[in-house]
């Protein structure tokens, strides 16, 4: 198998002579990653899950951004954790102040294209679910998953989750 894999990654398609000296279950295999190389990028994409499409990084300049972001995004962090405490019954909530300027900012960011008024939301509401929180993030234009702002969401929940945990 190594050695069929090894002129695949050197370009080799064809399928009878990388399968010649392969017993019938390790030939199959090769058979499923040639099928899987003639998939358009859309095609790929759509036979696989949210999980596994979340973890496919599309801007390389995220991290960067991220780290931009830091301080506010452990702000909205917090107000989701305030918020979410008032709404059981724990707390007193945000202040009004901080409130308004962590609302203001995520319109700022909706106004740049990046999904967060949802998100933050339902974190305020103690959704703490990848899978539920990545629900709320709709398809860029195009079409394409908008993984922009999903690694956002997933970035903000981390840091309520490590905020509720005494971080």
């Known amino acids: 198998f190594t050695g069929a894999v090894t002129r695949i990654w050197g370009g080799e398609r064809g399928e009878a002579e990388l399968c010649a000296s392969l017993d019938a279950n390790t030939a199959m295999l ?22 596994a ?46 409130e308004s300027a962590i ?17 933050l939301e339902m974190l305020c509401a103690g959704v703490r679910t990848p899978e539920d929180l990545l629900e709320c993030i ?7 998953p908008d993984d922009r702002s999903a690694r956002l969401a997933l970035s903000v929940m981390a840091l309520v989750l490590q905020i509720e945990a005494g971080g």
Do not use: H
């Open 138 to 144: 709709a398809p860029l234009p195009s079409g394409k």
């Open 30 to 51: 090769v058979k499923r990653t040639l099928s899987y190389l003639a998939l358009s990028a859309e095609e790929l994409k759509a036979g696989m899950d949210r999980n």
């Open 103 to 119: 609302m203001e900012y995520v319109t700022q960011m909706e106004g740049a294209n990046w999904q967060l008024r949802t998100p």
């Open 53 to 98: 499409q979340a973890g496919l990084p599309m801007d390389p300049e995220f991290d960067r951004i991220e780290a931009q972001m830091q301080p506010m995004l452990r702000r909205v962090a917090t107000m989701a954790v305030q918020q979410a405490r008032a709404a059981m019954g724990e707390g007193e909530g945000c202040a009004a102040a901080e």
